[in-house]
């Protein structure tokens, strides 16, 4: 999996702060080029009298941009390049400028709306992950305050089929190249009072999962440590409750099976996952 550069939308705010601390550590740990972007609305072009007013505005844009990207710097140092982008929507304005700086993942920080240590969808990541040609990753809300120094582990959520094994092959050469240890995962959701045919159908299925899981890993452990792990749990929350995380955590999901070829495209269960986790978690676009 590529990962020479990094791309994150930056605001002055706590999310903004959220996604430049996690994508200084990605792109510290995996070598890669950082590039900082603030995302401006357009200038008007009104004619006529409105000229003067749209000169005010424009000046005021440019003020604003420098700084934030002030403030940018200050937080990401001097290894990392600061850009200012135009276009009407940030998600959208991310997506033109990870095609336009061939980045190869896009990172920011979780909606204001979340719980500290969670993670929110809002419009800026609900464009880009319906729509970005590079994975997108995501920040928990506060993950500024407290960092890792490190990351600890690749974890990726494993259902099988062509998407999810070409996630575990993709997520096996980043885990490479930061020297990281790879989990693969499975969760199994069952109802709150199983009747005996469906307790029946879950050992079934714990059993078909964990073949998948030893299936999935094999061919990789040569060139990282890989284990496996069944989450089991009433919904995906308490699946992913029930399992052991570490500080430095990152979860990688595939992108839905029913996506574009080459674009994120977020599904149903990646969707719980998202919201559901106290990690950092990377959604990856959907390869043929």
Known sequence: MKFDNVLTGFLPLPQGRDGLALAVLLARQAGARLTVATVQPPAWGAPGPARADASAWAAYLEEQAVDTLAQAHELAGEDADFITHTHKGSGRGLVELARKRGADAVVIGSAPGARVGRIAVGSTADQLLHASPVPVVLAPRGYADNPPATLDRLTVAYRRGPCADAAVKRAAELAG???????????????????????????????????????????????????????????????????????????????????????????????????????PVMILTRTP
Do not use: Y
């Open 177 to 279: 190249r930061m020297d990281l240890p790879l989990r693969l995962v499975t969760l199994l959701l069952s109802s709150a009072r199983p009747v005996k045919v469906e307790l029946d159908m879950l050992a079934r299925l714990r059993d078909q999962a964990a073949a998948d899981l030893n299936a999935a890993a094999r061919g990789h452990r040569r060139r990282t440590g890989v284990e496996v792990e069944l989450l089991e749990g009433r919904s995906v929350a308490a699946a992913l409750a029930s399992g052991q995380w570490l500080a430095g955590d990152l979860i990688i999901c595939a992108s839905s099976d029913s996506g574009p070829l080459r674009r994120v495209f977020l599904g149903d269960t990646s969707i719980k996952i998202v919201r559901a986790a106290t990690c």
